[in-house]
């Protein structure tokens, strides 16, 4: 990779993350962004290495991307699993290696802190990332799928 960067991003970040948070919840139609709150959130998962760990990626000194990922213990899995919550390029910075260079700093972090498997959710029409993902192994969960419900927000905006 020529002229990039990738390390593990920090509370310090939170203002080059934001932009492309945002982008990738455009580009995913996820509704809610509030520039504040994700800022937050992402001050929060950064703090605690129990709860997350994140990556920021630099195509030519500018962010062009990032992979945060949380932890939960599974029985069913046997220990500590981790979950890819979000990853995103810039469109300008794919395939020159970037996404491919930030998955493996990150499974290189899941396997240093023993976990015993990686999930990742895939929007059903990401047909790129869908390729891009099982060229790195991933693949469906046979007999399973996603479901979720949003539970009541307590928290003070």
Same mark, same amino acid.
């Given at each position: ?18 932009? $492309? ?83 493996? $700093? ?52």
């Amino acid at each position: 990779m020529n002229a990039e960067v990738l390390r593990p991003a920090t509370a310090h970040d939170i203002p080059a993350l934001l932009p $492309l948070v945002e982008e990738y919840w455009r580009f995913e139609e996820i509704a809610g962004f509030d520039p504040a709150r994700v800022g937050r959130e992402l001050g929060h998962a950064c703090a605690d290495p129990r709860l997350a760990s994140a990556w920021i990626a630099f195509a030519r000194g500018a962010p062009a991307g990032y992979l945060l990922a949380v932890y939960v213990f599974s029985l069913e899995h046997l220990g500590l699993t981790a979950e890819i919550d979000e990853f995103f390029v810039l469109p300008s910075a794919r395939s020159r290696g970037l996404g491919d260079a930030l998955l493996t $700093l990150a499974e290189a972090e899941f396997a240093r802190r023993g976990c015993t498997n990686v999930a990742l959710q895939l929007g059903a029409g990401n047909d790129r990332a869908r390729v891009f993902y099982r060229a790195h192994g991933y693949r469906e969960r046979a007999g399973f799928e996603l479901l979720d419900k949003m539970l009541p927000d307590r928290r003070e905006s």
